[in-house]
């Protein structure tokens, strides 16, 4: 008789901090972000934020609330903490937080680290990494069935962006999948030009230019830690036809606590 091996389920980092950490205070507080007479549409891509709650939330439940829900979820975070692979993937196992697990789409993940020459199977990356796993709790509110395929990318090139964004829209073009860029903007600078600098971050974002988008925060050192998994989710937009991006909401943490001297710059975007 064949012996069942035990699923590894990764387990949350930072519920209790970013998030609440019980299943009914979390379902309540992500509820309060959420509109539920939100026009719901099919869409491609999204860039979604990824601070506490507190500060986020009314963001990223936005752009939750606007999407039809797939069978599927890429989500493509950036590295914060140095640790793994620079550009890592895992193909296995589950995800767990308050409101229950996440399995990975095994399959879908093996065929995206297989057409993509940077990435490298790595469960180090995402151990303690946030910006995945508070995407989670927005999805799993819905109660909707879905697997997922997390992606964590520390810093690259737009040849990597290229290889690694191709290969996810090659591996899913035909189903019914969304891919996730989890970034925050500008930190720590003053309201007026962190608004100045995200404008330009978003602005390239908006017209599906992944190469401009690197471009701009390079150009004027914007400190947007998900540029890279933006721009691989916009090279896997264009090669899937995506022709239309809509800014859903804007704001900072400024706008959340009434200090404007040091603001971290929030954006919500879908792509159709």
């Known amino acids: 008789m064949r012996k069942e091996v035990a699923m590894m389920v990764r387990q949350p980092v930072v519920a209790g901090q970013f998030y609440e950490g019980r ?7 992500v509820k309060g972000y959420i509109d539920p007479k939100a026009k719901k549409v099919g869409v ?6 990824h601070a506490g709650f507190m ?14 829900f797939p069978a599927i979820f890429v989500i493509l975070g950036p590295n914060h903490t140095g640790r793994g692979r620079p550009w890592a993937i895992m193909t296995e196992g589950a995800w767990r937080t308050p409101l229950g697990n996440v399995e990975i789409d095994s399959d879908l993940a093996s065929k995206i680290v297989t057409g993509a020459k940077y ?43 290229q290889d690694i964004g191709q290969a996810i829209a090659g591996s899913i073009k035909g189903k019914s ?20 600098k995200d404008k330009a971050a978003l602005d390239a974002v908006l017209t599906i230019d992944p190469e ?6 390079r150009e004027l ?19 899937l036809g995506a022709k239309d991006a809509e800014l859903i909401k804007y704001m900072t943490s400024g706008d959340v606590i009434g200090d404007f001297r040091q603001v971290v710059g929030y954006g919500g975007v879908i792509i159709r």
Do not use: W
């Open 55 to 68: 500060f986020s939330g009314q963001v990223a439940g936005a752009v939750y609330s606007r999407i039809k």
């Open 221 to 239: 050192d914007i400190s947007m830690c998900g540029a890279v998994p933006a721009a691989v989710m916009l090279v896997a937009a264009k090669a």
């Open 44 to 49: 491609i891509g999204l860039l979604a934020p």
């Open 23 to 29: 299943s009914e205070e979390l379902r309540a507080q």
């Open 119 to 161: 990435l490298q199977e790595d469960d180090a990356a995402h151990s303690e990494e946030h910006s995945i796993e508070v995407q989670l709790p927005f999805l799993q509110y819905f109660g909707k069935e879905f697997k997922f395929v997390p992606i964590c990318l520390s810093h690259a090139d737009l040849e990597t962006c």
């Open 177 to 196: 999948v969304v891919i996730i860029a989890s970034s925050d903007l500008t930190h720590y600078e003053p309201q007026e030009q962190a608004n100045r």
């Open 212 to 217: 401009g988008l690197l471009r701009k925060v």
